[in-house]
């Protein structure tokens, strides 16, 4: 295998079967630099990050556009929202996020403090679930964020149930990786300074030390394993049918609010509280219903391939989209059922979950099944899994302003439902434009941005909003300035809640009122359902504050 090829292929993978998709590991290879990079990297960055050549870069970015999980942002690619549907697929097909992330929120408040939960990785831990506390210092962990077992409190539970061959990969990997460069996310190994006089003391002993206590005492302390001040205490959760660890419950802090003897005494009771609970929850669950499959998932890439031609790299759209199939109501399926799901061939379909297989991203069973891992969560998830309403907006909002030549915005309620709040905005190229910086404050009634959010959500409904709620939309002429008019449209969480609004604003010269209802109304509908799309993805698992 070429090393541009090697970029997409976890390390613990030797050998590559004939029967491999190239272009497949290659565009996944692309995904796992941008997701290492932050989710932004410019195209010869990912030149020399992958070891593509330029124009393979071109091509495999120009497919992951026009799936719409990259598009340029100035000299750069960032990895957009409904990248994460990947993810979604992986988490949705796990349930244990549905099934006990409440538990795990509910324990955040009540503590005061950061809960995660996560399964194990190869010899890794990645985490599922994360509800944290919004401080100035504060964990900055995200969902997908894959840490070495080694170095955390998770690890040690999960290597109290590994064989003899996982430890063994283990100790290839430490070998091969020291310093643990190989997770992003994390510091590497610090050095002992010289003039210490200290010795740096291997891991190796001390893992299997912490490994052989929790075994014996159920569960795990993380006394600053990753970083100074960093402090957690973590529990199993198990399988009821297996008895076998599900995923591992964690209360992290920092040692100015708790010591690691602390977290013992004062959050571990709480903690075995709560995972009992949620091992009761798993106790109860109804057998997952199997819903649905998706039908023709991929069928759209033959017109694409039509279309595009040769910059569009078929093999690679049809594999990545062969993820999706799996989720709620399907989180196995066997090579038939894949292929009736996206409507490929059953060789297609075959190719693309080999390629899968050997990149770690799916496991084969003796079934005939096949799973998604959770190393699917590699492929552009954590980038996005601690963002806002604002920040997803930002990009629509611009294509907006420049498309239609006036400035856009996006604002939420106050509290008291008095005042509209700007959270984010675009403006465009005129001598003669509104400008409102964000954070600005304006009285809700006077503004098209509070009208519509008062129609949809206030009871009883204020007086004069009836027609805006029932047309869906808010228009207002020169009312909070002369010469200013302004439309505004609702965005709807994945619940249909409204939860803020986007506007358009002109100048009166420039615009008739009949111009804002056939020209500047329909391009904001069509951004507010940009916004709602990838907000609904965005939130199936991780909240997504609104602010």
């Not at 069973?365 to 190393?375: A, I, K, N, Q, Y």
């Amino acid at each position: 295998m070429t090393p541009a090829e090697q970029a997409g292929t976890p390390t613990e993978v030797a050998g590559t079967p004939a029967e491999v998709v190239g272009p497949l590991v290659r565009g996944v290879g692309v995904l796992r630099r941008l997701t290492e990079a932050d989710g932004a990297l410019s195209p010869s960055a990912l030149e020399r990050a992958t070891g593509l050549a330029r124009s393979t870069v071109d091509r495999i970015t120009g497919t992951l556009a026009r799936m719409g999980y990259v598009r340029p942002a100035g000299r750069d690619l960032v990895l957009t929202p409904r990248v994460m549907e990947l993810g979604n697929a992986y988490l949705a097909a796990l349930r244990l996020p549905a099934l006990l992330g409440a538990r795990a929120d509910a324990l955040a408040d009540e503590l005061d403090e950061s809960v995660s939960l996560a399964v194990a990785d190869l010899d890794g831990i990645r985490f599922i679930h994360q509800a944290t506390r919004r401080r100035a210092l504060s964990v900055s962990f995200r969902i997908g964020d894959l840490l070495p077992a080694e170095r955390t409190a998770p690890g040690a539970l999960f290597a109290t149930e590994w064989t003899e061959a996982e430890w063994t990969r283990w100790r290839r990997r430490r070998t091969a990786d020291p310093k643990n460069a190989s997770f992003p996310v994390i510091p590497p190994v610090p050095p002992i300074p010289p003039a210490s006089g200290r010795k740096l003391a291997p891991l190796s002993p001390s893992f299997t030390e912490r490994v052989e206590r929790a075994r014996r005492d159920g569960w795990a302390l993380d006394d600053q394993l990753i970083e100074p001040g960093l402090v957690a205490v973590s529990a199993p959760v198990r399988h009821p049918d297996t008895g076998r660890i599900a995923c591992v419950a964690s209360v992290v802090s920092h040692t100015s609010r708790h010591s690691a003897a602390d977290l013992r005494t004062s959050l571990l009771p709480r903690l075995r509280t709560t995972v009992k609970a949620m091992e009761a929850d798993l106790s109860a669950a109804p057998p997952e219903q199997r819903g649905p499959a998706p039908a023709g998932l991929a069928t759209w890439t033959t017109a694409s391939k039509h279309e595009l031609g040769r910059d569009f790299v078929e093999s690679l759209a049809r594999g990545l989209t062969v993820l999706t199939a799996f989720g709620e109501g399907h989180p196995a399926l066997t090579l038939s059922e894949a292929a009736r799901a996206t409507g490929l061939s059953r060789a297609t379909v075959r190719r693309a979950l080999l390629t899968h297989e050997h990149l770690g991203l799916v496991t084969a069973h003796p079934d005939r099944t096949f799973t998604l891992t959770p190393r699917v969560l590699d492929l552009g998830f954590p980038p996005h899994a601690r963002t806002s309403l604002p920040r997803l907006a930002e990009p629509h909002l611009r294509s907006l302003a420049a498309r239609l030549q006036e400035p856009a915005a996006l604002a939420v309620l106050t509290a008291d439902g008095k005042e509209i709040q700007y959270t984010a905005g675009a403006t465009a190229g005129r001598v003669l434009t509104v400008h409102i910086p964000v954070g600005t404050r304006l009285p809700a009634t006077a503004t098209s941005l509070g009208r519509v959010l008062l129609a949809t959500t206030a009871t009883p409904l204020p007086p004069g909003l009836a027609e805006v709620r029932t047309q869906g939309y808010a228009l207002v002429d020169e009312e909070l300035e002369s010469g200013l008019r302004s439309v505004a449209v609702p965005v709807r969480d994945r619940t249909g809640r409204p939860i803020a609004a986007l506007n358009v604003a002109t100048h009166a010269a420039r615009r008739t009122l009949e111009d804002c209802v056939h020209t500047l109304l329909p391009a904001l509908r069509a951004t507010a359902d940009l916004v709602q799309t990838d907000l609904h993805t965005a939130s199936r698992f991780t909240p997504v504050p609104p602010t």
